[in-house]
């Protein structure tokens, strides 16, 4: 039986494989990005959890991180496109379904990543902040 932590990961890669863009999770890049883009789901890291007692309950802000990239002639109005439509996937759930008490995303920092003999790359991460609890801080 998958931990709430492995259930609300899926739960956020199912969400974004929804969209147009490709989605992977943990995998490397691709030689080739997909004319809608590409998005990774980076597992990132739970933090330290504020802890209570009685009965015992591990609450994190686990961040996440969306690596999202483009390329093409119209790059920047590709990133901008998919970078919304992420956000827009996010706030059409904020708890996915009811398994966290929040998900928000915070803004990415844009890069241009020249490749030799082909079109750049416009990347960013995004990272993710998930809000849950567990009454273990390994299951």
Not at 27 to 32: F, I, M
Not at 67 to 94: I, K, T, Y
Request: glycine share 8%; proline share 9%; with cysteine.
């Amino acid at each position: 039986m998958p931990t709430p932590r492995e259930t609300i990961l899926a739960a956020l890669h199912a969400r974004l494989s929804a969209l147009a863009a490709k989605v992977l999770r943990g995998d490397v890049l691709p030689e080739r990005v997909p004319a809608d883009g590409l998005l990774i789901l980076r597992d990132g890291e739970p933090g330290e959890p504020e802890v209570t007692l009685s009965p015992p309950a591990y609450h994190y802000e686990h961040r996440a991180e969306i690596e999202a990239v483009v390329q093409g002639d119209d790059r920047d109005e590709l990133f901008d496109n998919l970078c919304a439509s992420v956000g827009a996937a996010l706030a059409a759930d904020r708890t996915l379904g009811g398994l966290c008490d929040w998900v928000e995303a915070e803004a990415p920092r844009p890069v241009d990543l020249a490749v030799e003999g082909a079109a750049s790359l416009k990347a960013a991460v995004i990272p993710v902040v998930l809000h849950y609890s567990t009454d273990d801080p390994l299951g």
